[in-house]
């Protein structure tokens, strides 16, 4: 069965920093899959964050998360990363991982719909 971890979540004054790692397991973390971060406030919708391609590690992000936070990955660890810089009370949310195997994901996949494998989540807690 597929299961993706996430942890580095925790709670940090805003302009600090967080490093969110996702471990997959269950099955092989190939060349070809969409790995996407979101995050989902109380009382909001979730919403997508970053998207990776694993065959050459080519990152899209949204609008609100441009040039703070950088998604990557250890192919080897089968772990996916976000780095989260700047961080601002707005960023308080519970993260979630998710996989996709594809070809290639061409930009910023938004939707939960296109993604097939979750995480549990992981909370993050920016203080003003």
């Known amino acids: 069965q597929v299961q993706l971890v996430e942890s580095g979540g925790g709670s940090v004054q805003a302009g600090g920093s967080l490093r969110l790692s996702c471990a997959a397991s269950?099955?092989?973390?190939?060349?070809?899959?969409?790995m996407g971060w979101f995050r989902q406030a109380p009382g909001k919708e979730r919403e997508g964050v970053a998207t990776?391609?694993?065959?050459?590690?080519?990152?899209y992000y949204a609008d609100s998360v441009k040039d703070r936070f950088t998604i990557s990955q250890d192919n080897a660890k089968n772990t996916l990363y976000l780095q989260m810089n700047s961080l601002k009370p707005e960023d308080t949310a519970i993260y979630y991982c998710a996989a996709q195997p594809r070809l290639g994901c061409g930009g910023m996949l938004s939707r939960t719909d296109d993604f097939r494998y979750w995480g549990q989540g992981t909370q993050v807690t920016v203080s003003s």
């Open positions: 269950g099955y092989t973390y190939s060349s070809y899959y969409c």
């Open positions: 990776l391609y694993t065959r050459d590690s080519s990152g």
